[in-house]
């Protein structure tokens, strides 16, 4: 019996299914419907239409079926579009502070666009006295009264005792939420601001997720249904009930993870090329960067993948001056409305002429299309001048019929005075520009090492752009396996990620223990198996910031015999390709669950050589879960471990070192970060209590060094 995996992304065009089959590790089948924007249900209605196209062309009983997710982009949608809930909001603090909380807590209308605002009403409660049930009731009947539909609850400090919130969320009949329940850090104000976007979309991903799930029942499928978050991975629909707000960017999200299953990578740049618009993302030392969302220039407390947007991609038109061609995009075939020249017959084009139009109203007249004989209208787009130049190969997804590419390209150049080559090549010459602009400033921000930094393209478009932009910078590229349905296999293939912040001054060992196992408990309950979690952590000093995330395999991806795991032999070429090297590469030692390898570099500064010794570290399945450029390596029992580490804090303090190195223990079923503690006593003592806890005979301990 076949063990399959549905993976549905809903894009801005089109809403693309995957089929997998997880015990072969391949796909059986792929669908594409058009995204339902204006279907009463929304874009739910496109991924029930997706699921049973996949069904019923693949002939999938329903009993095959282990798991379904999806990225959506209703939250986005409703927000774009001020589709929003009017939101009571319950201002809490003790009275002296009365002035101050309010002016923290009443966010007022909050602009989301053009003409487009989420609506708030709001109320004060005094918590210095015992909060009264009749008062309580009482504001949320006013805020029911003034249009509210939706309540957000947020109190000063209710991140160190959420029992207020609690109080008043009970008592409400309406759906509530608050701010303890989005983020443990302070900051009165953006907090509530995050509370209240989540909240104005709380009833309309409430109604998706119940017309997805039971779609999904009436099909008689009893699997999980997990949706996409903006951090890169999965949860379940109860969470997105509650927090629909994390789901923001769950379509980038859901490439980047789909890339990293196919193309192990340490240091690079995922491109994702779509029709109209080109996705950027950073991975660092073998995972995605994640940031602090803004929706519409408001800042929230909600961690997304750090993604930049160009408005340049395969389908993007053409734009000129009458005399050269000034620009391409951001308007693209696809909202013209408009077939791509190099997907025509060429009959169809022969006779054509150069027309300039408006792909929308209001947009400038500068956009050129082919308008036949017969009046029909064709795009001249980025994919048809890669396609005229040769560019795309064979049995890839863009590819087009060349000699319509060639004739397209061939009446634009004829009204510019030049050749077909030179005109495919200046739109191609302008697209890598606007992605540079993006990249060029993201490889410095991350400090990326160039010569260790490797393009990922991704999408329907990533032939037409990528190699392009790579080749620009000498750099080295891949195409990502399946790149057309690279997002669809990242969402059914992607792992349990949870974090949780807290404000803490000088974190403890028990602060970071406390909050890791919160955080892993959460991550076990979204369907992690124990055995693949890993827990990381990091303190932010200048903002007293203490950040913990667990990561790991969904629990149906694992336990079967023909579950994808790489042997030893697999895993040493993997680590060679990702040092790049072929010679040196040394596997540590054996540990359940991961491959540990190291290997000596020298490098060369004016008339210094150094040496150091960078680690990797993969899992069962190949996915790089640690890379450190230079670390030393200690194994044995956890007593033994324990000792060492100790001692090389012991030596440090000695040699006048205050801050203590990045640490992590791998005791094979998982792996631990202790980098957000920085004196050598918490770190020491930290290790110690973890190591304590340990099952298993020999640990692992890797250092980072300076």
């Given at each position: 019996?076949?063990?399959?995996?549905?993976?549905?992304?809903?894009?801005?065009?089109?809403?693309?299914?995957?089929?997998?089959?997880?015990?072969?590790?391949?796909?059986?089948?792929?669908?594409?419907?058009?995204?339902?924007?204006?279907?009463?249900?929304?874009?739910?209605?496109?991924?029930?239409?997706?699921?049973e196209s996949l069904m019923e062309k693949y002939s999938i009983q329903n009993s095959e079926i282990e798991l379904i997710s999806?990225?959506?982009?209703?939250?986005?949608?409703?927000?774009?579009?001020?589709?929003?809930?009017?939101?009571?909001?319950?201002?809490?603090?003790?009275?002296?502070?009365k002035s101050n909380v309010i002016k923290r807590t009443n966010v007022k209308n909050v602009q989301l666009a053009p003409n487009k605002y989420l609506h708030t009403c709001y109320r004060f409660l005094d918590t210095s006295k015992y909060l009264d049930d009749k008062e309580v009731e009482q504001a949320i009947e006013e805020l029911k009264e003034e249009g509210a539909e939706v309540i957000v609850v947020s109190e000063a400090y209710g991140v160190d005792d959420p029992s207020n919130e609690r109080f008043v969320m009970e008592k409400s009949d309406i759906p509530a939420t608050a701010g303890h329940e989005l983020t443990g850090i302070y900051g009165l104000e953006i907090r509530t601001l995050t509370a209240a976007i989540n909240a104005g979309i709380l009833p309309k991903a409430t109604s998706t997720a119940r017309f997805v799930e039971s779609a999904v029942r009436n099909e008689k499928i009893t699997a999980p249904v997990l949706i996409m978050k903006g951090d890169g991975g999965v949860t379940d629909m109860s969470t997105f009930r509650s927090k629909p707000i994390i789901t923001v960017l769950s379509g980038p999200a859901a490439s980047?993870?789909?890339?990293?299953?196919?193309?192990?990578?340490?240091?690079?740049?995922?491109?994702?090329?779509?029709g109209t618009s080109t996705n950027v993302c950073v991975i660092k030392d073998g995972r995605p960067e994640v940031r602090y969302v803004t929706i519409m220039q408001h800042p929230t407390c909600i961690r997304s993948l750090d993604v930049r947007v160009a408005g340049v991609a395969g389908g993007s038109?053409?734009?000129?001056?009458?005399?050269?061609?000034?620009?391409?995009?951001?308007?693209?075939?696809?909202?013209?409305?408009?077939?791509?020249?190099?997907?025509?017959?060429?009959?169809e084009l022969e006779g054509g002429q150069i027309i300039t139009f408006r792909p929308r109203e209001g947009d400038p007249i500068d956009y050129v299309a082919i308008e036949s004989a017969g009046g029909?209208?064709?795009?001249?787009?980025?994919?048809?001048?890669?396609?005229?130049?040769?560019?795309?190969?064979?049995?890839?997804y863009a590819k087009a019929n060349q000699d319509s590419a060639k004739m397209a390209l061939s009446i634009l150049a004829s009204r510019l005075g030049t050749t077909m080559e030179q005109a495919a090549t200046i739109i191609l010459d302008i697209s890598v520009k606007k992605v540079l602009e993006i990249i060029e400033p993201m490889i410095r921000e991350y400090k990326l090492k160039k010569e260790r930094v490797v393009?990922?393209?991704?999408?329907?478009?990533?032939?037409?752009l990528v190699p392009q932009i790579a080749r620009e910078l000498q750099l080295p590229w891949k195409i990502a396996e399946h790149a057309e349905v690279i997002s669809s296999i990242g969402v059914a293939a992607a792992m349990i990620y949870e974090e949780a912040e807290r404000t803490v001054t000088n974190p403890k060992p028990e602060d970071i223990s406390a909050l890791a196992e919160q955080v892993k408990k959460v991550a076990l309950e979204r369907g992690a198996l124990p055995e693949s979690v890993t827990i990381q952590s990091?303190?932010?000093?200048?903002?007293?910031?203490?950040?913990?995330?667990?990561?790991g395999n969904i629990s149906l991806d694992i336990g079967t015999a023909n579950a994808q795991e790489i042997n030893e032999d697999e895993a040493h070429v993997i680590a060679c390709e990702l040092f790049g090297i072929n010679e040196g590469v040394q596997r540590i030692f054996d540990m359940k669950n991961y491959h540990i390898f190291a290997c000596e570099m020298s490098k060369k500064k004016l008339?210094?050589?150094?040496?150091?010794?960078?680690?990797?570290?993969?899992?069962?399945?190949?996915?790089?879960?640690?890379?450190?450029?230079?670390?030393?390596?200690?194994?044995?029992?956890p007593e033994q471990v324990a000792s060492e580490i100790e001692n090389l804090l012991k030596q440090g303090s000695a040699d006048g070192k205050d801050l203590a190195p990045q640490v992590h223990i791998l005791d094979g079923a998982k792996l631990i970060d202790f980098s957000s503690l920085t004196a050598p006593e918490h770190v020491s003592r930290a290790v110690r209590d973890e190591l304590k806890k340990s099952t298993t005979k020999d640990v692992a301990a890797i250092v980072r060094l300076g």
């Open positions: 019996m076949r063990r399959i995996r549905v993976g549905i992304d809903v894009g801005g065009t089109f809403t693309k299914a995957v089929a997998i089959d997880m015990a072969q590790g391949k796909i059986i089948g792929k669908v594409t419907v058009p995204t339902t924007h204006s279907s009463s249900e929304g874009v739910s209605t496109g991924i029930v239409q997706a699921l999806h990225s959506t982009t209703q939250a986005v949608n409703a927000l774009l579009e001020g589709d929003t809930a009017k939101v009571g909001i319950i201002g809490m603090g003790v009275g002296l502070e980047v993870a789909g890339a990293l299953l196919h193309l192990r990578i340490i240091d690079g740049l995922f491109i994702e090329v779509g038109l053409v734009r000129w001056s009458g005399r050269k061609i000034t620009d391409v995009g951001p308007r693209s075939a696809h909202v013209a409305g408009l077939p791509y020249s190099c997907f025509t017959a060429t009959e029909k209208r064709f795009a001249i787009t980025n994919t048809c001048a890669a396609n005229a130049l040769g560019l795309v190969p064979d049995g890839d393009f990922i393209g991704g999408g329907g478009g990533a032939s037409v990091e303190y932010l000093s200048e903002r007293s910031l203490l950040r913990v995330s667990a990561m008339f210094l050589k150094s040496k150091r010794q960078p680690v990797l570290v993969l899992d069962k399945y190949g996915r790089v879960r640690l890379s450190v450029d230079n670390a030393a390596i200690f194994n044995g029992s």
